[in-house]
Structures are given as C-alpha cells and as structure tokens.
C-alpha cells in the first residue's frame, strides 16, 4: 500500500496547475511564485495584492481567493468571519457579540470592542495634523470645501467624475476594519455597489456609537466634537486614507 503523503501545495506547481482546472479558482491552493511554504505564499499574496486572503479559513491555515471578488466578500458571510481579524466564528449571534454594537448605542460588555489590531494594519493612524481642519479640495476635482464631509458630501451627491455615494460605501465596507464603524447587516451589500433601504442606519462612531444614515453624516457628527472621536484617532483615519487612495 503506497505510503499517505499530506497535500502541499507550494511543493509542485505542475501538480498545483492541475489541481486549478478542477478546483473552485477563488479557493484552488496554486504556487504563485517561488515561496517558501504556505504562509509565505499568503503573505506575498497580501503584500501584492495578486489574491485576497482570510487567515481564519482552513481552520487558521489561511486560504486565498480571487482578488476582491464577490465570492471572497460573501465568504465572511458565509463563514461568520469578521473582516479585520479574519476571525471565524461557529454562529451569527457568536459574530455580533464581538463585532457591531446595536442601534441604540449601548457600550459592548467584551473588552477591548474595537481596539484589536489586525496583523497586517498598514494604516500610520494617530497623526495630529492630517490635514482635515483646513479647506478640503475634492478628491476627483479642483472643488474647495471648508469641511471634509462638505467634500463627501458633494462626492455622495453624484455630481463629480462617475462617483457617487454608492462608490464611497462600497470603499467605506471593503476596508477591512469596517466593523469599528459600520453595522454587519450593510456590510456586504455596500461591498457590491448595494446600499440596503431596509436599514434606517448603516454608520456608528466608533467612540459613542451614535448611528448614522451616511458617511458624510458620520464625518459631520465627529466635526461636531459631540464626542472624543477625532478624524486623526484610529480607524477613521486608516478608512479615510484607504477611501483617498482608492476614489
């Protein structure tokens, strides 16, 4: 009887090809490029964006997918996993208890909601003079505004160069740390272009929960300074730099 050997799918990229014909191409393990092992093949998926990768799947093995597909984002349903931490959990009720407050704004019991780090945060948060005090040029025009939610605003409204507010929820869900501003129930739609009519709130700050129809009602409630949240404390600062980059 032939000796059992385990699956490794960095070790034979003719036999990853092969593998690739007939498995599932959001979820084949196939040799990208020379790597030293499974882990090192993820990482370098993430460093070049070639796939997008959850950490979580497999068991904590990790698993990638085609990069930003539909499949990847419906996986996080599908798995109950959380966005940032790639974190699996065995229910949905499991899930909300580590991840989006309710509507009316009451403190999470779990220490530490919304203060985990993920291993690959690359976002530098914390800058004192990111910019966000002083008069706002549209992202996508030469337009001023005295506020940044004056700006996203005026790019929600639709009438700047094909964006609208359609595009800034789908940037807002697609970063991975949207469950410290956003609830779990708009998630997944927002990341296919869908903004869901069933949910009067889609934003919370992440400080005093306070929930918010729109971003731009998010961004006006912080430059309000009703609460401690500043656009330079955490993750709205990482969301805004992310949304920047990709508009």
């Given amino acids: 009887m032939a000796r059992y050997t385990p699956y490794q799918p960095w070790a034979d990229a003719a036999a990853a090809a092969s593998r690739q014909s007939t498995a599932s191409p959001s ?105 966000y005090d002083s008069d706002q040029e549209c992202l996508r025009c030469n337009r001023s505004f005295s506020t940044y939610s004056g700006m996203i605003l005026h790019l929600e409204s639709g009438v700047c160069s094909y964006v609208n507010h359609k595009t800034l929820n789908q940037l807002a869900a697609k970063y991975y740390s949207c469950s410290e501003y956003m609830f779990r129930e708009s998630q997944h739609a927002m990341r296919t272009g869908v903004t869901p009519s069933n949910y009067e709130y889609h934003y919370f700050c992440p400080t005093c929960k306070v929930p918010t129809t729109k971003l731009s009602s998010l961004l006006q409630h912080i430059e309000s300074e009703t609460c401690e949240q500043t656009f330079a404390d955490g993750v709205i600062d990482c969301m805004l730099d992310y949304i920047s980059e990709h508009v």
């Fill in 27 to 131: 979820t084949s393990r196939t040799r990208a490029h020379d790597a030293d092992g499974w882990d090192a093949l993820l990482e370098h998926c993430r460093e070049t964006n070639s796939k997008s990768v959850c950490q979580g799947c497999d068991e904590g093995e990790g698993e990638h997918w085609t990069f930003d597909s539909d499949a990847f984002w419906q996986h996080f349903d599908d798995c109950n996993a959380r966005t940032d931490c790639e974190e699996h959990f065995d229910s949905p009720q499991e899930l909300d208890e580590h991840d989006c407050p309710d509507y009316e704004g009451e403190e999470e019991e779990d220490e530490g909601y919304g203060e985990e780090e993920s291993d690959h945060d690359v976002c530098d948060a914390g800058d004192e003079d990111d910019g």
